[in-house]
């Protein structure tokens, strides 16, 4: 499975939905700024938990709704 996370103007989601490239998902968000893609889940909250210095335990909780959505916002509380 693929996950994307897509960084928005006005959030940043995690989505699993498949894409050829990243202008497709410029296509379907108005607000787009950038995507990066993951192969795994636990590439994504390796990438969480080091780009913005997060727990283990905390990206888990952050990504596990993903399993039951297509995609989900992901809050980055400080």
């Known amino acids: 499975m693929e996950y994307n996370i897509i960084y928005l103007t006005s959030k940043v989601i995690l989505s699993k939905k498949q894409f050829e490239s990243w202008n497709d998902i410029q296509e379907l968000y108005e607000d787009y700024k950038a995507s990066l893609k993951f192969e795994t889940i636990e590439e994504v909250n390796d990438f969480l938990s080091s780009?913005?210095?997060?727990?283990?335990?905390?990206?888990?909780?952050?990504?596990?709704?993903?399993?039951?959505?297509?995609?989900i916002e992901l809050i980055f509380l400080t």
């Open 51 to 71: 780009e913005y210095r997060i727990d283990e335990e905390s990206t888990k909780k952050m990504t596990k709704n993903i399993y039951q959505e297509e995609s």
